[in-house]
């Protein structure tokens, strides 16, 4: 059996808590005032902090009042606790208003992370921080004397409900996300960092962003790569990073011994996203790196072009080599097109996602040996059944103008190859590195291709760190893999990996008396329950929990009253077709306005002379 060894402080765990009231605030960190999603009435959320090895229980009690929430704690593998992931329709039922609900796992690795709710696009709205995990190990523990978190994020005036309606609907016909009003560091602009001459900082950095990916730099200074995702990297000298939603660096910066000047910290967020820039939009976002707080504030420097460094060479600190004997290949084409609605939708081999009317997981665990045939999960859950310990390809190829990162729940995986733009489908003609980089969200580039590697055993992370080894027994999930453009998600560019669902069964059961939900113990045989707290979060919404994906408990492949998407675009019709049908709509109503205030122009001024002679005689 291949297992892989854990190292992990000797200092003992400790069992961290935190109790989250997630409520409505107000909040302008742009100067705009809107309502925010907050937690225990504060915004920016609180950042989670752990060590490896700790214990993390998160109570959770949603008091928003007009919506169902949920957190997904993003790059973390969930070793043993797949039911602790987040994702509504896949790991758990939405938490409902006035609801609560636990979330209770074992972090097992080291890195830089953030939390998010996975709910009905409602991220960006708010809910969302940082999760830092820190590691008594780290290989460069002694090359830094200050750790730093920096957020970056889009951010928008209106409402995520609102958006996403006008955004998938027969008036967006092209599918034209909506663009961001701002970009935010920290949550705020014009951030100050206070810093002192020739130390070291390690800065922890999160891109928490719907939409936007952005360059990023510090004028004066170099930055030194050392982790991406979770993963710690060989040391990698670079000016500018680019970092896509969802993605995370954290880099080493020295500073000068001179304290005469401050310098800016600059991201820009990449237009080349937008289908139009709006001109009143300032897609940069300013900070400084503060060395005399007397000192002016200088404006950043005006710059030619973006050069950001590639994180395709980067080299992973263990050098993992590259994984051989492919025994699963997962190919997925995607593109962006419109059903019989009119909207626009996002498509993985002609499928787009549709939430099943059962969570995923919990089809897995209660079909029996029906589990492995992926007839069970939906005709629109674009779900894999995957054997255990299989190596998986993840051959992706993008048909679409657009720039994707991609996400992979319960994993890392080696980014094997990325293509330059326009290169069209993967042909198998590239030359693999020896020690791929390693990273859990990887972008393709625009009518490109990416192929992506991992092995499918919910794997811990790997990493030669001095101290104490322990065998980590190889567990199974239900893990999503999707666009971490939150547009895309909500217009279903998502797909489902369904690990050795048989074995799954044998380590957690909807039915089983209660049982810890921690297996610290890595016991293979243990079972464990799905808390009450979750299966309390359906039943309060009439949400079935067994079945198939349209909850049918007998014909296990009858999908019959499934969750659909709309029917199929009519023959003939294309996007810009329905742009001028609806134009030409609008320009009917239009004109039989115009047609019909003129009229009541006409009436108004006879009946005005008629009262006026009426009133002479």
């Known amino acids: 059996m291949w297992t892989l060894l854990l190292f992990v402080s000797s200092a003992a765990a400790a069992t961290v808590t935190y109790d989250f009231n997630i409520t409505w605030v107000t909040a302008q960190p742009d100067g705009f005032s809107r309502p925010t999603i907050g937690i225990n009435g504060q915004w920016p959320i609180p950042h989670i902090t752990a060590t490896v090895g700790d214990r993390v229980i998160v109570n959770v009690n949603n008091q928003l009042g007009n919506q169902t929430t949920s957190l997904h704690f993003h790059g973390l593998y969930m070793n043993g606790t797949a039911h602790m992931d987040g994702p509504v329709g896949v790991s758990q039922c939405s938490i409902p208003v006035d609801g609560s609900f636990v979330y209770d796992f074992s972090i097992k690795q080291p890195g830089t992370y953030w939390y998010h709710s996975h709910d009905s696009g409602q991220y960006p709205d ?75 900082y390690m800065f922890r950095i999160v891109n928490m962003a719907a939409f936007a990916a952005q360059y990023l730099w510090f004028e004066g200074h170099t930055m030194r790569i050392v982790e991406v995702d979770g993963i710690y990297t060989e040391a990698a000298e670079a000016e500018m990073i680019y970092i896509t939603a969802a993605q995370r660096y954290s880099v080493l910066i020295t500073t000068k011994n001179d304290t005469s000047a401050n310098f800016a910290i600059v991201g820009s967020m990449d237009q080349d996203l937008f289908d139009a820039v709006p001109e009143t939009l300032n897609p940069n976002v300013t900070g400084w790196l503060v060395y005399d707080k007397a000192a002016p504030l200088p404006t950043p420097t005006l710059i030619d072009a973006f050069d950001p460094f590639d994180d395709f060479t980067l080299v992973p600190y263990d050098r993992l080599p590259l994984l051989q004997d ?82 992979l729940h319960g994993h890392w995986f080696q ?107 890595n016991n293979d045989s243990a079972l464990t329950s799905i808390p009450s707290s979750h299966l309390e979060a359906c039943a309060k919404q009439g949400v079935p929990v067994t079945g198939n994906a349209a909850g049918n408990t007998v014909d296990l492949l009858d999908l019959t009253g499934e969750n659909l998407p709309p029917g199929p675009l009519a023959a003939g019709f294309q996007a810009r077709g329905i742009v001028a049908l609806v134009f030409s709509v609008v320009t009917a109503f239009a004109g039989m306005a115009v047609i019909g205030w003129y009229g009541w122009l006409d009436v108004k001024g006879s009946v005005g002379a008629q009262t006026a002679a009426a009133v002479r005689s």
């Open 126 to 200: 708010g809910l969302r921080g940082a999760l830092i995990v820190n590691d008594p190990d780290s290989p460069y523990k002694d090359q830094y004397d200050e750790e730093l978190i920096l957020t970056l994020s889009d951010w928008y005036h209106d409402q995520m409900p609102g958006l996403l309606r006008h955004f998938i609907s027969y008036a967006n016909p092209t599918g034209a996300e909506p663009v961001p009003d701002a970009a935010l560091m920290n949550d705020t602009q014009n951030l100050n960092i206070n810093v002192e001459p020739g130390k070291t």
């Open 326 to 407: 492919v025994t699963r290949t997962v190919r997925l084409d995607m593109k962006m097109d419109n059903l019989g609605d009119g909207a626009n939708y996002a498509f993985f081999n002609d499928r787009t996602y549709t939430r099943p009317k059962v969570p995923t997981l919990y089809s897995a665990l209660t079909t029996g040996e029906m589990a492995t045939d992926v007839g069970v999960y939906g005709s629109n859950t674009n779900s894999f059944v995957l054997g255990k310990g299989e190596v998986v390809e993840i051959v992706l190829n993008s048909l679409d103008p657009g720039k994707h990162p991609f996400h």
């Open 415 to 521: 980014a094997v190859v990325r293509s330059e733009e326009e290169a069209g489908v993967y042909v198998n003609n590239e030359t693999f590195p020896e020690f791929p980089m390693r990273r859990d969200t990887f972008m393709v580039k625009p009518n490109g291709n990416i192929v992506l590697r991992f092995r499918a055993d919910n794997p811990a992370p790997h990493y030669p760190n001095p101290g104490k080894t322990i065998a980590l027994t190889p567990k199974k999930g239900i893990w999503l893999f999707h666009c971490h453009i939150e547009w895309h998600v909500s217009s279903g560019l998502m797909a489902t990996l369904i690990e050795a669902p048989l074995d799954l069964q044998r380590q957690l059961s909807l039915t089983t008396p209660s049982t810890p939900s921690i297996d610290n113990n």
